[in-house]
């Protein structure tokens, strides 16, 4: 995505470029993505998720789906339609569901469900995800993603920035919450500002989690990538990747 890309003729409404893999190997730019209802501030493209022939991109207002035939075109907008909401750049989707994170001025985040009816060729909304806690400042939908019957949403300013990733899971046809997850623990971590999950994987960022200096004696936020496995009934930590501490001194906001 590119959303100030000429920023003075588009005035930040934001495009998509496309690029196509050659037979040698190389990537050439093959098409630009802009829909023609955009308006000055829409940020297209801050977010893009593509999978197969589908490519979903996030605007502030809404989430434009594209389709391959012979040319990339248009065919669904999910626009936001509750007063003084938005969808922020959170994206993620695993035909037939779509999940979008997103919120309101002053009010807890959300991450919204979708299901592609193929004999529509639309996505349907299913319904929205919310934390238990009510909390606007909670980051809730910063981040989310989904695999086959498992949603995972972030949200990093859980309990003053500490974070907290909660686990949705379908189960006799109902999402419910399985698991809530809290990583280390401590005050302005970040954990969940980014997420992903496959298979029985799970991925959790951190990016503002501490760490012990190069001097021995200071801690820098290097940050973190928390690894989850699922034993059939619980995600469990399985592994903590980091920068080395030489790294950590000059790269922080890792994960």
């Given at each position: 995505g590119a959303m100030d890309l000429d920023a003075v003729e588009r005035r930040a409404r934001g495009r998509v470029a496309v690029f196509t893999r050659s037979t040698s190997g190389e990537w050439i730019r093959s098409g630009t993505l802009s829909p023609s209802d955009l308006i000055e501030g829409d940020a297209f493209g801050q977010s893009v998720a593509l999978r197969g022939r589908f490519a979903v991109v996030s605007s502030g207002r809404a989430v434009y789906v594209f389709y391959l035939a012979q040319h990339w075109q248009p065919i669904q907008k999910l626009p936001i339609t509750a007063a003084n909401a938005w969808f922020n750049s959170a994206i993620d989707f695993e035909l037939p569901f779509?999940?979008?994170?997103?919120?309101?001025?002053?009010?807890?985040?959300?991450a919204y469900l979708f299901q592609f009816d193929a004999t529509k060729g639309r996505f349907q909304r299913l319904g929205r995800f919310i934390a238990p806690t009510g909390s606007s400042d909670e980051g809730f939908g910063a981040s989310v993603a989904i695999w086959n019957d498992v949603v995972a949403v972030g949200a990093p300013g859980y309990n003053g920035g500490q974070g907290t990733a909660y686990v949705f899971r379908k189960v006799a046809g109902r999402w419910v919450?399985?698991?809530?997850?809290?990583?280390?623990?401590?005050?302005l971590d970040g954990y969940g500002a980014s997420i992903d999950v496959r298979g029985t994987t799970l991925a959790i960022g951190a990016p503002d989690e501490d760490r012990?200096?190069?001097?021995?004696?200071?801690?820098?936020?290097?940050?973190?990538?928390?690894?989850?496995?699922?034993?059939?009934?619980?995600?469990?930590?399985?592994?903590?990747?980091?920068?080395?501490?030489?790294?950590?001194?000059?790269y922080t906001g890792f994960g």
């Amino acid at each position: 995505g590119a959303m100030d890309l000429d920023a003075v003729e588009r005035r930040a409404r934001g495009r998509v470029a496309v690029f196509t893999r050659s037979t040698s190997g190389e990537w050439i730019r093959s098409g630009t993505l802009s829909p023609s209802d955009l308006i000055e501030g829409d940020a297209f493209g801050q977010s893009v998720a593509l999978r197969g022939r589908f490519a979903v991109v996030s605007s502030g207002r809404a989430v434009y789906v594209f389709y391959l035939a012979q040319h990339w075109q248009p065919i669904q907008k999910l626009p936001i339609t509750a007063a003084n909401a938005w969808f922020n750049s959170a994206i993620d989707f695993e035909l037939p569901f779509l999940v979008v994170g997103g919120g309101a001025e002053n009010a807890p985040g959300a991450a919204y469900l979708f299901q592609f009816d193929a004999t529509k060729g639309r996505f349907q909304r299913l319904g929205r995800f919310i934390a238990p806690t009510g909390s606007s400042d909670e980051g809730f939908g910063a981040s989310v993603a989904i695999w086959n019957d498992v949603v995972a949403v972030g949200a990093p300013g859980y309990n003053g920035g500490q974070g907290t990733a909660y686990v949705f899971r379908k189960v006799a046809g109902r999402w419910v919450r399985q698991q809530l997850l809290n990583g280390m623990g401590e005050a302005l971590d970040g954990y969940g500002a980014s997420i992903d999950v496959r298979g029985t994987t799970l991925a959790i960022g951190a990016p503002d989690e501490d760490r012990v200096g190069p001097a021995g004696t200071d801690t820098v936020a290097g940050g973190a990538v928390h690894i989850l496995k699922y034993d059939g009934t619980h995600w469990v930590p399985s592994q903590r990747v980091r920068p080395t501490v030489s790294e950590s001194a000059w790269y922080t906001g890792f994960g």
